[in-house]
């Protein structure tokens, strides 16, 4: 099974700051990694897939960047909507995810 | 709308038994693949099952594997999951997710709003 590790677990940042969520994975995943970003109570919705590749709708402010073992999420000027946890998701070998970070302020 | 509705969740003794259902509209389940994923309380996500969209091929994590049913009806849009034997540790939230393609290995980018399943004596 792939293990994928997420970090920060939890991170502390204000409106206006630039964000970076790091996930590893224990072995290479190519570029199938995807990210999402879900609030208490709702399901996770989708933001990034193919690493790099932006869904429809997701404001430009997130971006996701890597490849292989070692993928990136950030986010650009952080809004008061973004405070949230985020999963990375492999999806090379059927689907695991991170275990989340959580951006409060 | 594009838009999955989930049921059939509740609390059922360990070993006992639930049929899930995942109602989908604004699109054809049988041309993507689709998936289950459970949240425990406090929990990350957990992939549980999958059916791809051009074969039914079906898929199971370790955990469920043997216990769980994956299946879909195309006359009625729905996709299901029949768990038999539950266990404590099978107590989550159970989302239904479409595949961004037919193939079961897919990043998911529709979510149902997920029924809760406890199991408990």
């Known amino acids: 099974d792939i293990r994928m590790t997420q970090s920060p677990s939890t991170l502390s940042a204000s409106v206006g700051d630039r964000v970076t969520i790091t996930c590893r994975a224990s072995q290479s995943l190519y570029n199938w990694l995807a990210w999402y970003q879900q609030k208490p109570g709702k399901a996770p919705k989708l933001l990034i897939y193919?690493?790099?590749t932006l869904e429809s709708g997701v404001p430009s402010r997130f971006s996701g960047s890597g490849s292989g073992t070692e993928f990136t999420l950030t986010i650009n000027s952080l809004q008061p909507d973004d405070f949230a946890t985020y999963y990375c998701?492999?999806?090379?070998?059927?689907?695991?995810f991170g275990q989340g970070t959580k951006v409060e302020i | 709308e594009v838009q999955l509705l989930e049921s059939g969740g509740g609390l059922v003794q360990p070993g006992g038994s639930l049929r899930l259902s995942c109602a989908a509209s604004g699109f054809t389940l049988r041309s993507y693949a689709m998936s289950w994923v459970r949240q425990a309380p406090g929990k990350g996500q957990e992939w549980v099952s999958a059916i791809s969209g051009s074969d039914d091929s079906t898929y199971y994590a370790d955990s469920v594997k043997g216990r769980f049913t994956i299946s879909r009806d195309s006359s009625k849009n729905t996709l299901y999951l029949q768990m038999n034997s539950l266990r404590a540790e099978d107590t989550a939230v159970y989302y239904c997710?479409?595949?961004?393609?037919?193939?079961?290995?897919?990043?998911?980018?529709?979510w149902g709003q997920g029924t809760m399943v406890t199991v408990s004596s």
């Open positions: 193919k690493a790099s």
């Open positions: 998701q492999q999806y090379h070998s059927y689907s695991t």
């Open positions: 997710a479409k595949g961004l393609s037919v193939y079961y290995r897919d990043a998911f980018d529709i």
